[in-house]
């Protein structure tokens, strides 16, 4: 049986026992009246947007892949759900996993995934209630299957000393000495049902050798405060100043990380410009999902300061589906071409410049995804639609 084969490649038969969520603990409203810094700090990071209800591109990429793949959405979304839903594993039974395998979107799957503490994403308990990670570079083996979760009642964190009214408290290395493990269990060596390699932000920061961890440029800088809002009168330790870093979690679309992902240069050549691009982070730009792109765009301009000519390229990684047409990374069997910077690479493009020209601007922005897809999903959604700058340079050239 294929089916069964492929569940089992997931090692996900007999592991879903269905415990269930503590509805004190279950989502990030509980933890709003004390956390509520860190609370608004995560709403507008996209682990909060992971759940299919709340991410119109992921939505319709289930969709697109479920019509593909001849499979039921709940289908597909349980194998998605690993990385953007662990939880999942709270939410659904054996019984629902092999009637959605067989096509039958029961009603009760349904419920089960559409439950507050799914539709809350990568929330809290996901990473605060980790008691140990089971790390492994084996691609089938990813999110909810690295991760063996403690108790609800009890938050793991970075503290040894601190004290809640609400919860009990743990501290964990993977939050303090090495929170790279955290961010592994999701960022790295996804792959696509073909096998190909289609996210893999952790294993490029492997082969930078790069020191600085995830945290310290997605969480920002350690700043002094106090990790509670309220006051507790004595009975929690709210009054200590902490070091604490953000939960933006920061990306393109809730800060200006873009402004530092990479230096740009410009020199004349003769008749060409050379444009340097230089990596600043020690994985791909573009990293993570497979379908984003990076834009380079020369202009060149008369006397006048009209567009005489105007050239692009576009780095991106681009995949083939198992009858060698051009694909979605979900359903690639090979990847087509790789031209994404690489860790800390430094890249120079040449563009030709024509006669009459009397400057230059080189421009660097960002897509979610490309056009393409964009109009091929029905993505209506502005967030996926527009670019996003990363740098400029206007250059004289006499
Ligand atoms: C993707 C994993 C992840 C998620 C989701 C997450 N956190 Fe954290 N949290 C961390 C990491 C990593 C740290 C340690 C940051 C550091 O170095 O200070 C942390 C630290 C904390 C701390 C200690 C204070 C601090 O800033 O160091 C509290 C309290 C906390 N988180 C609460 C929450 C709450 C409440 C939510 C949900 C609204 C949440 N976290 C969601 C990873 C996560
Ligand atoms: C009634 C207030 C209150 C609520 C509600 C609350 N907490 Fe806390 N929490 C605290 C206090 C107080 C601390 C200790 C802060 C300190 O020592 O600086 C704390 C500490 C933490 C820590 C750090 C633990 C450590 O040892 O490093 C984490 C993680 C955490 N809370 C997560 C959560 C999550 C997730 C929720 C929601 C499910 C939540 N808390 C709800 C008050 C609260
Ligand atoms: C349980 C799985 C999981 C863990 C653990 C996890 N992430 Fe994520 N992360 C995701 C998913 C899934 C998304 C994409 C959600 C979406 O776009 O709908 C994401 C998105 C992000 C983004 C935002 C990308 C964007 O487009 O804005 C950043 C940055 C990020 N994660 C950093 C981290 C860091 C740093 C850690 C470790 C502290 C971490 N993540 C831990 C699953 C995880
Ligand atoms: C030196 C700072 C730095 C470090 C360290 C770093 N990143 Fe990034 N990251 C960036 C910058 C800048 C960008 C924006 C450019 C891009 O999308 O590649 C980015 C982008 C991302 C994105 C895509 C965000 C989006 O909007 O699509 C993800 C996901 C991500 N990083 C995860 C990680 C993880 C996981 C680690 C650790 C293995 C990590 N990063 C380490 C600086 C850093
Ligand atoms: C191995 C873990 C993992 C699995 C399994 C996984 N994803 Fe993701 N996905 C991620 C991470 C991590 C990100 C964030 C990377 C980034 O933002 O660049 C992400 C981001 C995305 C995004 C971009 C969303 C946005 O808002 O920009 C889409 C779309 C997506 N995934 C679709 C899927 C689909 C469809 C499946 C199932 C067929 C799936 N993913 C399975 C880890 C996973």
């Known amino acids: ?93 054996d019984s629902d996993i092999s009637d959605a395998s067989f096509g039958i979107a029961s009603e009760k799957m349904r419920k089960s995934l559409d439950q507050p503490f799914m539709k809350d994403g990568v929330n809290c308990i996901v990473c605060h209630n980790i008691e140990k990670i089971h790390f492994s570079d084996d691609p089938g083996k990813r999110g909810k299957d690295t991760i063996q979760w403690g108790p609800n009642d009890t938050m793991v964190g970075p503290f040894s000393d601190a004290k809640s009214p609400y919860h009990k408290t743990k501290s964990a290395d993977f939050f303090k000495k090495d929170p790279n493990k955290l961010c592994f269990v999701c960022h790295y060596n996804e792959r696509s049902p073909y096998r190909a390699l289609i996210g893999s932000t952790g294993i490029e920061y492997q082969s930078s050798g790069s020191k ?86 020369m202009k060149a301009l008369d006397a006048s300061g009209h567009l005489i000519q105007r050239e692009e390229q576009i780095l991106e990684a681009r995949y083939l589906d198992k009858h060698g047409r051009e694909s979605i990374p979900h359903l690639a069997k090979d990847v087509l071409s790789d031209t994404r910077l690489k860790p800390n690479e430094h890249r120079t493009i040449e563009f030709k410049v024509p006669a009459g020209s009397n400057e230059v601007i080189v421009d660097i922005k960002y897509r979610l995804i490309g056009k393409k897809w964009v109009e091929k999903l029905n993505i209506e959604d502005e967030m996926f639609k527009k670019e996003y700058p990363v740098a400029s340079i206007q250059m004289q050239i006499r």
């Open 212 to 297: 600085t961890t995830c945290v310290e440029c997605h969480m920002g800088a350690v700043k002094k405060g106090h990790a509670v809002q309220v006051d507790l009168g004595g009975r929690g330790t709210s009054g200590k100043i902490r070091e604490l870093r953000s939960h933006l979690f920061a990306g393109a679309r809730n800060s200006d990380i873009l402004a530092d992902a990479i230096d740009l240069s410009v020199m004349r050549k003769g008749q060409n410009v050379v444009v340097t691009l230089k990596n600043r982070t020690p994985h791909n730009v573009p990293t993570g999902f497979g379908g984003r792109q990076l834009i380079v765009t």
């Open 1 to 93: 049986m294929r089916r069964i084969g492929w569940l089992l490649a997931l090692g996900i038969t007999g592991v879903f026992a269905s415990e269930s969520i503590n509805p004190k603990y279950a989502d990030s409203s509980k933890c709003m009246p004390c956390h509520t810094e860190i609370t608004k700090s995560w709403k507008s990071s996209l682990h909060a947007m992971s759940h299919y209800s709340k991410n119109e591109l992921y939505r319709k990429m289930i969709h697109y892949v479920s019509k593909k793949r001849i499979q039921s959405f709940e289908q597909v979304e349980i194998r998605c759900a690993q990385c953007h839903n662990p939880h999942i594993a709270s939410a659904v039974s």
